[in-house]
């Protein structure tokens, strides 16, 4: 949020507003600052730095596909999406602290301006927090011919770049993920959170006889998700994974589907235009669950 083509304008000053309200100490932003067939023009990137900013808190902003896996596509104006990759790690991550008039500091897995600054790292409280440029789109992953060509007038050489690009930053994601729960590990916390955009390919389990996750449209998230299991299983604590690009709140144990799910696994679904909502998650370390969860109806009048 907002898409324009959804007319989400008039309902974003109340969430922002509603968020301004609260008692949060900090928000993270999962992806999505247009939608996903508006052009991607420089103008996006610089709007939503400005919403981020009328934050009072700080933001942590994870990036989504639509400001840079689906550019290539006609009718974002058929850019290219590594160009504007760059662009956006330049604009939205013009300091080292977060977003937001109140700032935090963060621990970034590249440098300004460079590959995998958009990767962040915090710790809050006896939670260790991790943003990942994961998005939609199936991770930038070329899986198939159509993802390569649909609905884009990209040739073989801007699909073999983008397939380079996906195989270099899941690499990334991966090595940034062990060192989240290297830390976790090391300061004894009591949860982990990490943010991503895409929704990864989770096994619905009211599709019995389809394992979604094996889906082509998901494979870009396979390798990143089987260290994710690996790494919950050998931590004492809470996991809570937090996606959108669904556009739908949901909450639920689906890692992995088994007759014994992973019980220290949660998994949070964002909303998403046109439901301009938000989720505020409370932390405390002397519960079990350690994460309460709790959808925020934001009231848009009429």
């Avoid at 990036?63 to 990759?85: A, F, I, K, Q, Y």
């Avoid at 709140?249 to 909303?271: A, H, I, Y």
């Avoid at 235009?273 to 932390?283: A, D, F, R």
Wanted: hydrophobic residues 35%.
């Amino acid at each position: 949020m907002p898409y324009k083509k959804a007319g989400d304008a008039p309902k974003l000053p109340a969430v922002l507003a509603s968020l301004n309200a609260s008692d949060i100490a900090f928000s993270m932003y999962d992806g999505d600052i247009k939608d996903g067939s508006s052009t991607c023009n420089d103008t996006v990137y610089t709007d939503a730095l400005t919403m981020f900013n009328s934050m009072k808190k700080p933001v942590i902003y994870v990036p989504g596909d639509n400001e840079w896996t689906d550019c290539h596509r006609s009718n974002n104006g058929s850019m290219n999406p590594l160009e504007r990759l760059a662009h956006l790690r330049r604009v939205l991550y013009p300091t080292v602290n977060s977003l937001g008039q109140q700032t935090m500091a963060l621990q970034h897995q590249g440098t300004l301006g460079q590959p995998y600054v958009e990767n962040t790292r915090f710790t809050y409280g006896s939670v260790v927090f991790a943003g990942f440029n994961m998005p939609g789109s199936n991770n930038n992953h070329m899986g198939t011919p159509k993802q390569c060509t649909s609905k884009s007038k990209r040739n073989q050489a801007d699909c073999d770049a983008a397939e380079a690009e996906y195989v270099a930053r899941d690499a990334a994601n991966r090595q940034w993920l062990k060192a989240t729960f290297d830390q976790a590990h090391s300061s004894a916390a009591k949860g982990v959170v990490l943010v991503v955009q895409g929704e990864p390919g989770f096994d619905v389990a009211e599709t019995e006889d389809i394992d979604d996750s094996q889906s082509p449209d998901v494979t870009g998230y396979r390798a990143f998700m089987a260290d994710v299991e690996a790494q919950t299983r050998n931590f004492g604590g809470q996991v809570l994974f937090v996606h959108g690009d669904q556009h739908v709140f949901k909450t639920d144990k689906p890692l992995p589907r088994t007759l014994k799910p992973l019980m220290n696994f949660t998994r949070v679904e964002t909303f998403g235009s046109p439901s301009l909502h938000w989720v505020k998650i409370t932390v405390n370390p002397a519960s079990a669950n350690v994460f309460q969860i709790e959808p925020v109806l934001v009231q848009h009048g009429k």
